[in-house]
C-alpha cells in the first residue's frame, strides 16, 4: 500500500495521490501545494510562529468543509482551520512536519440573511469583521464587535478565539453577540445550530463548546450573531492624566454618569501615543500639551432625550474639578472620532517599528488596575533596564496588553530570548491578583503549557474528556489549547 507521507528533499509531506484526492473534492484550483502558495498561510502576523505544510484548502461551502473532513479522518490526516490568520498566539498555524493540511475558511464569505426586525443576520465563517459591520449599518444596525484587524479578520476566527475588543464594555466578548452556529465536527458530520431565538432553553447550549476552542472541537462554518440599534449619536474624548489611579477615578466618574451608555474607555501611556505619531500615517496629537498617560472615552446615545455632548462634558468638567484630568478634548465630528480611535486600533502595529516587543494579553479585576501596573511596570523595569514599557487596553473591562518594546540600541534576537523569563515575570503578578494570563487572544500553542498552572485541575479534566470525546483521533488542529494526543498521519490508508 502508498504511504500517504513522501519525503521531498528533506521535507515531509503529504503525497500526491493523497493530494489528488481533495482535489477531486473541491477542484484544484482551490488546492495549494506550491512553497510560494502556501508561505503566507504558514507564519502569523507577529513573526513569531512558523510551521510547514504541504496542502492548503480553500473549500467554498459547508458540505465542500465536511467532505475535506471527512477524507481527512478517514486518512488520518491533521486539520487546521485558519480564518484571517490574524490570530496571535499561534492557533492558526500548523507545525513542522508538513504532514498537516491548513482549512482556509476564506472562501466562505457569504452573508446568507439579514433581518433588521430580528436585529439578526446569518453570515459564514470568512465574513471579513468590517463587511458585517459596514453590512449592519447599511440596514440601520450595528454589530459592534470592534478590533484594530477588522480590516482582514474573520468571523469564524473571531469567534473561535472569541475576540474582545474594545466593545467588550458594552456589548461583550464575540461570545455574547452569538445565537447559533454552524459547525462540521472532526468526523465530517454537520451539526446546524443557526438558531435565531433570544431565548431556547432546550437542553445543553452546544454553541459554547465551540466559541473560544480555537478549532480544536470542529470548523465553525457559519453564525447567527445578534444586530444592535445603531446610536444616534456618539461622543469621543481623548483626556489627560497623570496616573492609572486618577484613570480607574475618571472611569468610575463617567460609569455613575452614564450607565450603559459608556461603550469605551481606554488607557494609553504617552509613549504608546509616540510610537502612533511616528509610525502611523496621518495621524497627529489631539492634545496641545503632553500627559504621561490618555484615557479614550466614549459614549453611544439610544435616544434623543439625551443630549449626548452635554453628558460628555458634565463628565470632563467635573474630572477636571476632582483634579482627575489635566485637559481633555472632544471630537467635533465623525471623522474627529474616527482618528481618535484610528489612533487606539493602532497601537499594536505601530509597536513592530520599535524592534522586538514581549507582549501579555491579561486582565485583572478593573480596580486592580493601578496596582498591577505598579507592580508588574517596576519588575519589568528591574528586570530589563531601559526597556520600554506600553500597556494599554480596555480599563473599563480590566483587559490590559502590558507589551513591553525593547531598549534602544538593544539585539532584537537577545531582548526576544528572554519572552517566557518576563512572561513568567508578569503572569505570576496576575495570578497574585486574582488575573487571568489570556484575556482575550486565546491560548494557541503560545499559552497551552502555562494553561495546567492556572487552571483548576478538575477544570483541565473536564476539558480534555470534551476534546477526546468530540475528536477521538486528535485530527482537530493538534497541539492547540490542550497538548494530549498527537494525530498520527503516518497511516497507509488510501
Same mark, same amino acid.
Given at each position: 500500500?502508498?504511504?500517504?507521507?513522501?519525503?521531498?528533499?528533506?521535507?515531509?509531506?503529504l503525497s500526491?495521490s493523497v493530494?489528488n484526492?481533495?482535489?477531486?473534492?473541491i477542484?484544484?484550483?482551490?488546492?495549494?501545494t506550491?512553497?510560494?502558495?502556501?508561505?503566507?498561510?504558514?507564519?502569523?502576523a507577529?513573526?513569531?510562529?512558523?510551521?510547514?505544510?504541504?496542502?492548503?484548502?480553500k473549500?467554498?461551502?459547508?458540505?465542500?468543509?465536511s467532505?475535506?473532513?471527512?477524507?481527512?479522518?478517514?486518512?488520518?490526516?491533521a486539520?487546521?482551520?485558519q480564518?484571517?490568520?490574524?490570530?496571535l498566539v $499561534?492557533?492558526? #498555524?500548523?507545525?513542522s512536519?508538513?504532514?498537516?493540511?491548513?482549512?482556509?475558511?476564506?472562501?466562505?464569505?457569504?452573508?446568507?440573511?439579514?433581518?433588521a426586525?430580528?436585529?439578526?443576520?446569518?453570515?459564514?465563517a470568512?465574513?471579513?469583521?468590517?463587511?458585517?459591520?459596514?453590512?449592519?449599518?447599511?440596514? %440601520?444596525?450595528?454589530?459592534?464587535?470592534?478590533?484594530?484587524a477588522?480590516?482582514?479578520?474573520?468571523?469564524?476566527g473571531?469567534?473561535?478565539?472569541?475576540?474582545?475588543?474594545?466593545?467588550v464594555l !458594552?456589548?461583550?466578548?464575540?461570545?455574547d453577540?452569538?445565537?447559533?452556529?454552524?459547525?462540521?465536527?472532526?468526523?465530517?458530520?454537520?451539526?446546524?445550530g443557526?438558531?435565531?431565538l433570544?431565548?431556547?432553553?432546550? %437542553?445543553?447550549?452546544?454553541?459554547?463548546?465551540f466559541?473560544?476552542?480555537?478549532?480544536?472541537?470542529g470548523v465553525?462554518?457559519?453564525?447567527?450573531?445578534?444586530?444592535?440599534p445603531?446610536?444616534r449619536?456618539?461622543?469621543?474624548?481623548?483626556?489627560?492624566?497623570?496616573?492609572?489611579?486618577?484613570?480607574?477615578?475618571?472611569?468610575?466618574? !463617567?460609569?455613575?454618569?452614564a450607565?450603559?451608555?459608556?461603550?469605551?474607555?481606554?488607557?494609553?501611556p504617552?509613549i504608546?501615543?509616540?510610537?502612533?505619531?511616528?509610525?502611523?500615517?496621518?495621524?497627529?496629537?489631539?492634545?496641545?500639551?503632553?500627559?504621561?498617560?490618555?484615557?479614550?472615552?466614549?459614549?453611544?446615545?439610544?435616544?434623543?432625550?439625551?443630549?449626548?455632548? !452635554?453628558?460628555?462634558?458634565?463628565i470632563?468638567?467635573?474630572?477636571?474639578?476632582a483634579?482627575?484630568?489635566?485637559?481633555?478634548?472632544?471630537?467635533?465630528?465623525?471623522?474627529q472620532?474616527?482618528d481618535?480611535?484610528?489612533?487606539?486600533?493602532?497601537?499594536?502595529?505601530?509597536?513592530?517599528?520599535?524592534?522586538?516587543?514581549?507582549?501579555?494579553? #491579561?486582565?485583572?479585576?478593573?480596580s486592580?488596575i493601578?496596582r498591577?501596573?505598579?507592580?508588574?511596570?517596576?519588575a519589568?523595569?528591574?528586570?530589563i533596564?531601559?526597556?520600554?514599557?506600553?500597556?494599554?487596553?480596555?480599563?473599563?473591562?480590566?483587559?490590559?496588553?502590558?507589551?513591553?518594546?525593547?531598549p534602544? $540600541?538593544a539585539?532584537q534576537?537577545?531582548?526576544?530570548?528572554?519572552?517566557?523569563?518576563?512572561?513568567a515575570?508578569?503572569?505570576? #503578578?496576575?495570578?497574585?491578583?486574582?488575573?487571568?494570563?489570556s484575556?482575550?487572544?486565546?491560548?494557541?500553542?503560545?499559552?497551552?503549557?502555562?494553561l495546567?498552572?492556572v487552571?483548576?485541575?478538575?477544570?483541565m479534566?473536564?476539558?480534555?474528556q #470534551?476534546k477526546?470525546t468530540?475528536?477521538p483521533?486528535?485530527?482537530?488542529?493538534?497541539?492547540?489549547?490542550?497538548?494530549?494526543?498527537k494525530?498520527?498521519?503516518?497511516?497507509?490508508?488510501?
Amino acid at each position: 500500500m502508498t504511504s500517504l507521507i513522501t519525503e521531498t528533499s528533506g521535507q515531509s509531506g503529504l503525497s500526491a495521490s493523497v493530494i489528488n484526492q481533495f482535489k477531486t473534492l473541491i477542484g484544484a484550483h482551490f488546492c495549494l501545494t506550491t512553497p510560494s502558495e502556501v508561505a503566507s498561510y504558514c507564519k502569523e502576523a507577529r513573526n513569531k510562529f512558523f510551521g510547514k505544510c504541504s496542502l492548503v484548502l480553500k473549500p467554498g461551502s459547508t458540505r465542500e468543509v465536511s467532505d475535506v473532513v471527512a477524507l481527512a479522518n478517514a486518512l488520518n490526516i491533521a486539520i487546521v482551520p485558519q480564518g484571517g490568520n490574524t490570530g496571535l498566539v $499561534g492557533g492558526q #498555524i500548523p507545525d513542522s512536519s508538513g504532514r498537516q493540511i491548513i482549512l482556509s475558511t476564506e472562501r466562505l464569505n457569504h452573508i446568507r440573511s439579514l433581518d433588521a426586525d430580528s436585529n439578526v443576520v446569518i453570515v459564514e465563517a470568512g465574513v471579513i469583521l468590517e463587511t458585517l459591520q459596514n453590512a449592519a449599518d447599511e440596514a %440601520g444596525r450595528m454589530f459592534p464587535l470592534a478590533l484594530g484587524a477588522q480590516g482582514s479578520c474573520q468571523i469564524g476566527g473571531n469567534l473561535s478565539t472569541n475576540a474582545g475588543g474594545t466593545s467588550v464594555l !458594552a456589548y461583550g466578548n464575540t461570545r455574547d453577540m452569538v445565537l447559533g452556529l454552524e459547525v462540521v465536527l472532526p468526523d465530517g458530520r454537520i451539526w446546524n445550530g443557526l438558531r435565531s431565538l433570544r431565548k431556547d432553553n432546550t %437542553g445543553y447550549d452546544l454553541k459554547h463548546l465551540f466559541i473560544g476552542a480555537e478549532g480544536t472541537l470542529g470548523v465553525i462554518t457559519a453564525a447567527s450573531l445578534k444586530l444592535y440599534p445603531k446610536p444616534r449619536d456618539q461622543q469621543v474624548s481623548f483626556a489627560g492624566l497623570e496616573t492609572p489611579d486618577q484613570a480607574l477615578a475618571l472611569f468610575n466618574l !463617567a460609569r455613575a454618569h452614564a450607565g450603559s451608555m459608556l461603550t469605551g474607555f481606554e488607557l494609553i501611556p504617552r509613549i504608546g501615543m509616540e510610537f502612533a505619531f511616528s509610525h502611523l500615517p496621518d495621524t497627529r496629537d489631539p492634545m496641545a500639551e503632553t500627559h504621561p498617560w490618555y484615557c479614550l472615552i466614549e459614549l453611544s446615545i439610544g435616544s434623543d432625550a439625551v443630549d449626548g455632548r !452635554a453628558l460628555i462634558e458634565t463628565i470632563l468638567e467635573e474630572a477636571f474639578e476632582a483634579g482627575l484630568i489635566g485637559d481633555a478634548v472632544l471630537a467635533e465630528n465623525t471623522r474627529q472620532a474616527q482618528d481618535f480611535w484610528r489612533i487606539r486600533h493602532g497601537l499594536s502595529e505601530v509597536q513592530k517599528h520599535e524592534g522586538g516587543s514581549i507582549k501579555h494579553d #491579561i486582565s485583572v479585576p478593573v480596580s486592580a488596575i493601578p496596582r498591577f501596573l505598579e507592580r508588574a511596570m517596576a519588575a519589568c523595569e528591574a528586570a530589563i533596564p531601559g526597556c520600554r514599557l506600553v500597556p494599554f487596553g480596555h480599563m473599563g473591562d480590566g483587559n490590559l496588553h502590558f507589551n513591553i518594546s525593547q531598549p534602544i $540600541g538593544a539585539d532584537q534576537t537577545a531582548y526576544l530570548a528572554r519572552w517566557e523569563e518576563i512572561n513568567a515575570l508578569v503572569h505570576a #503578578i496576575v495570578a497574585d491578583m486574582g488575573g487571568s494570563i489570556s484575556a482575550e487572544h486565546g491560548i494557541g500553542t503560545l499559552k497551552r503549557d502555562l494553561l495546567p498552572d492556572v487552571k483548576d485541575l478538575v477544570e483541565m479534566e473536564l476539558m480534555a474528556q #470534551i476534546k477526546t470525546t468530540l475528536d477521538p483521533k486528535g485530527l482537530m488542529n493538534p497541539g492547540k489549547v490542550l497538548q494530549i494526543v498527537k494525530a498520527n498521519t503516518k497511516d497507509t490508508k488510501q
